[in-house]
């Protein structure tokens, strides 16, 4: 099992640039992708940023160019560099930790809020 614990949530003015972290721990499984979803009430979860292991990225088109997802693999953590940050962008953001392939695995953690209000 892997766990996943998020922070660096809560609340942000617009334009402010927050950073997520999440911090994965466990033994005995493998991942290739980690990455940020986010979920504000009445709509579905939606990928914002990912990493694979190899070092390729994807983000959701509306961040693209403001956030920047980064992994650390001697602390098995990802952040999630928020810059300009619109009011849009407040949701609960989940971290997220995956396997792809034939044998596919995924952990979520909690999630954490991100509030933008000036």
């Known amino acids: 099992q892997v766990q996943l614990v998020e922070s660096g949530g809560g609340l942000a003015q617009p334009g402010g640039s927050p950073r997520l972290s999440c911090a994965a721990s466990g033994n005995g499984v493998s991942l290739d992708v980690m990455g940020w979803y986010r979920q504000t009430p009445g709509k579905q979860r939606v990928l914002v940023a990912a990493?694979?292991?190899?070092?390729?990225?994807d983000y959701l088109d509306s961040v693209k160019g403001r956030f920047a997802i980064s992994r650390e693999s001697a602390k098995n953590t990802v952040y999630l560099q928020m810059n300009s940050l619109e009011p849009e962008d407040a949701a609960v953001y989940y971290c997220y930790a995956a396997r792809t392939g034939d044998d596919p695995y995924v952990s979520w953690g909690l999630g954490t809020q991100v509030t933008v209000s000036s």
């Open positions: 990493i694979t292991f190899g070092g390729g990225t």
